[in-house]
């Protein structure tokens, strides 16, 4: 596996171009400003053909949650019939580090959970946990946090 497709879903610009400057250095990024804009997103990806790798997903957003968002998002994978080793992998990123919201994301499917703030070598672990063959382009990085 060479590059892979990332969306970050994040509401913040300042969190928004953190992780996606991070996750630059795996392959193409995309992103979305709230729930709503991210299950259309993944819908797009999936009639191309060219589905999102790996998912950044903020849990609190406006307009559709990163809780709701993620549910909408593993339904329509399964309307789709995508297997379950196939599906998008999606981190969840949050301020909130309450159990109740990490078992909700798990229970919701996701594959793994970060929370705020979080420095870049927490992201590309979480990264490289997912896709063990990908291997970072860059090493450096600022460890400002957002």
């Known amino acids: 596996m060479g590059k892979i497709r990332v969306l970050v879903v994040e509401d913040d610009f300042l969190s928004r171009n953190f992780l996606g400057k991070i996750?630059?250095?795996?392959?193409q990024v995309e992103v979305a400003v709230d729930g709503l804009e991210a299950v259309e997103a993944v819908k797009r990806s999936y009639?191309?053909?060219?589905?999102?790798?790996?998912?950044?997903?903020?849990?609190?957003m406006p307009e559709l949650d990163g809780q709701a968002a993620l549910k909408q998002i593993r339904a329509y994978e399964e309307e789709l019939g995508v297997l379950a080793s196939d599906t998008c992998k999606v981190i969840m990123t949050t301020a909130?580090?309450?159990?109740?919201?990490?078992?909700?994301?798990?229970?919701?499917?996701?594959?793994?959970y970060i929370t705020k703030p979080y420095s870049p070598k927490i992201v590309q672990e979480q990264i490289e946990k997912l896709f063990p063959e990908l291997k970072r382009e860059t090493t450096g990085g600022s460890d400002a946090r957002p």
Do not use: Q, T
């Open 96 to 112: 909130l580090g309450d159990a109740k919201n990490v078992m909700s994301a798990f229970d919701s499917s996701c594959d793994a």
């Open 23 to 27: 996750a630059s250095a795996y392959g």
């Open 47 to 60: 009639e191309a053909k060219d589905p999102y790798a790996v998912i950044f997903l903020d849990i609190m």
